[in-house]
Nanobody, 126 residues
Framework: QVQLVESGGGLVQAGDSLRLSCVTS????????MGWFRQAPGKERDFVAA????????YYSDSVKGRFTISRDNAKNTVYLQMNSLKPEDTAVYYC???????????????????WGQGTQVTVSS
């Protein structure tokens, strides 16, 4: 059974940092593009960041560029999202997702991903 399990969320103050982790199991995604999305209350799920299947290219939304960093450790079957300088508008449930295809490129579109985690809550207070 394929699983993606996010962790690392929590309640922090503006300006703080958090690192989210997404551990995959059931099959290897070491050569698949992986992405992070987030959904704030009452809003649609939005793209945050993605990493190419080869790990060499990363993609970010304009709202997090320069503050968030996506990375992967294939030996640990884990994708990370380092979030610095957090703002209240970063408050959301954060989801990781896997895109099909070997050495697939990252995508900004959630429909391009076919495996999803259950999400982890990030709350940033002002």
């Amino acid at each position: 059974q394929v699983q993606l399990v996010e962790s690392g969320g929590g309640l922090v103050q503006a300006g703080d940092s958090l690192r989210l982790s997404c551990v995959t199991s059931g099959r290897t995604f070491s050569r698949n593009a992986m992405g992070w999305f987030r959904q704030a209350p009452g809003k649609e799920r939005d793209f945050v960041a993605a990493i190419h299947g080869n790990g060499g290219v990363t993609y970010y939304s304009d709202s997090v560029k320069g503050r968030f960093t996506i990375s992967r450790d294939n030996a640990k079957n884990t994708v990370y999202l380092q979030m610095n300088s957090l703002k209240p508008e970063d408050t959301a449930v954060y989801y990781c997702a896997a895109r099909p295809g070997i050495y697939s490129s990252g995508s900004y579109f959630q429909n391009d991903y076919n495996y999803w985690g259950q999400g982890t809550q990030v709350t940033v207070s002002s």
